[in-house]
């Protein structure tokens, strides 16, 4: 998890494979972050997720909001990016990592009115995504192709 | 000359691995062998010698008095990581190399050989395979025919991803499909011509499970399933994406379950910043 409000940092995240990469930021207060979780849920292994508790959905997530309303950004003002979450071909059910790190996070966003502004979920593409903290841009980068605007 | 002659040419061309890989990997994994006869392979190698003598006693590895010879390094280290040391040490020249057709910068492809070689052997200690080093070998290995094939992969790159997108073939099948061979089946040349064991070749060969009928190998799918993972968590993962197939069968064969997955990929993610390290003082 990376979180800013100094107007010079452009936060980024790479290549994210099955990983969820959550981008918010706040246009009020010029604050935002990044986080790059692996696996949706840390039941599966509790002492892992207290070590590394950014690893995880359900425990890197509440973190990355708190971290950046320490800045004062609040929640009803968040632009919320998501990307990631792509599987290898013919990964379904419970093997689809990718697809269950999205559920994990849809499932709390519903629970907690946060709506997504913008995604760019699934397939079988790899990305990278970064966050500029100045204007709040987001860029965007599929594998085989370049950086773009959000 | 064909694109087949002129690829063979190139791997003729490639500057082998030290013959003590080989050699090591001949009595590695035979129980009859001791921990002597393993540091004997070592230590009549002087380059190898130095260097692993040298990441031991880096700070990494925190020794309190610094190991001298190859017996010292393993009387304190242990053989497998002794082994594991001249394994990376030996293969990292060949790995570390940039592939633009693959999307793979600088140092990419060397990250990801050694995280899918730390995965496999996570794997096959899980499962409680024998053969450790074979696999851990294998899957540190099984892309060396990118480094080759990837010169071939750019020039054509437009024609493989169309197959990808458009025929839903996986990026190794469309590699076949447009160059005449894939990286998996070039990798198993090179390490046939590097005299690696047939074993190692038929697991290089097979590491994409593209012969369904290899699923049966449970080293091949430990392999397999630790490419997966590696893509999963975007390791070694570049212009070709997750374009790769999954197979459920060889999970059903290894006996993993998508929690088992999860556990391996969470175990190797805490272990990540000592892996970053290790790719540095290797």
């Not at chain 2, 190991?67 to 790995?95: N, R, W």
Request: glycine residues 6%.
């Amino acid at each position: 998890m990376k979180v800013s409000n100094i107007p010079g940092d452009d936060l980024v995240t790479y290549s994210l494979g099955s990983c969820i990469g959550l981008v918010i930021y706040d246009p009020v207060v010029k604050a935002g972050g990044i986080l790059h979780y692996m696996l949706p849920d840390s039941t599966i292994d509790r002492e892992k997720a207290q070590n590394n508790p950014f690893m995880f959905a359900d425990t890197g997530i509440p973190r990355l909001f708190k971290s950046v309303y320490s800045f004062g950004a609040k929640k009803q003002r968040m632009n919320i990016y998501i990307a990631g979450g792509a599987g290898i071909l013919d990964q379904k059910g419970f093997f689809n990592i990718g697809k269950r790190n999205y559920m994990a996070l849809k499932k709390m966003f519903f629970k907690n009115n946060v709506l997504i502004r913008k995604q760019n979920i699934g397939g079988n593409v790899n990305r990278t995504i970064r966050i500029y903290i100045s204007t709040g841009d987001i860029f965007l980068k599929t594998s085989g192709s370049r950086e773009k605007k959000v | 000359m064909s694109t087949i002659q002129e690829l063979i040419k190139e791997i003729k061309n490639l500057k082998p691995v030290p013959a003590v890989i080989s050699q090591l990997l001949e009595i590695v994994d035979n129980s009859d062998s001791s921990m002597a006869d393993i540091a004997n392979i070592i230590q009549y190698d002087p380059v190898v010698t130095a260097s692993v003598l040298r990441t031991c006693n880096s700070a990494f590895f925190g020794l309190k008095t610094p190991a001298e010879s190859i017996k010292d390094a393993v009387s304190m280290m242990g053989i497998d990581q002794i082994v594991e040391i001249v394994l990376l040490k030996s293969t990292y020249k060949s790995l570390s190399t940039s592939q633009n057709g693959y999307g793979l910068h600088e140092g990419a492809m060397w990250k990801y050989s050694v995280s899918s070689a730390i995965i496999a052997k996570q794997i096959a200690k899980k499962f409680n395979m024998q053969n450790k080093n074979t696999i851990f070998t294998s899957a540190l290995l099984k892309d060396i025919g990118k480094t080759v094939l990837d010169r071939f992969v750019q020039d054509s790159f437009e024609k493989i991803s169309s197959l990808v997108v458009h025929e839903n073939l996986s990026f190794s099948a469309a590699e076949k499909k447009i160059i005449g061979i894939d990286h998996a089946e070039l990798g198993a040349m090179i390490a046939k011509m590097w005299k690696f064991s047939p074993r190692m070749v038929k697991i290089i060969r097979h590491h994409h499970l593209g012969d369904i009928s290899m699923v049966k190998d449970k080293e091949i799918a430990a392999v397999y399933l630790a490419d997966c993972i590696c893509m999963m968590i975007g390791i070694g993962v570049g212009a070709d994406g997750l374009a790769y197939r999954f197979n459920y069968e060889a999970m059903k064969e290894l006996g993993v379950a998508s929690d088992d997955i999860s556990l391996i990929i969470a175990e190797f993610a805490q272990n990540m910043s000592a892996v970053e390290e290790l790719l540095k003082v290797v």
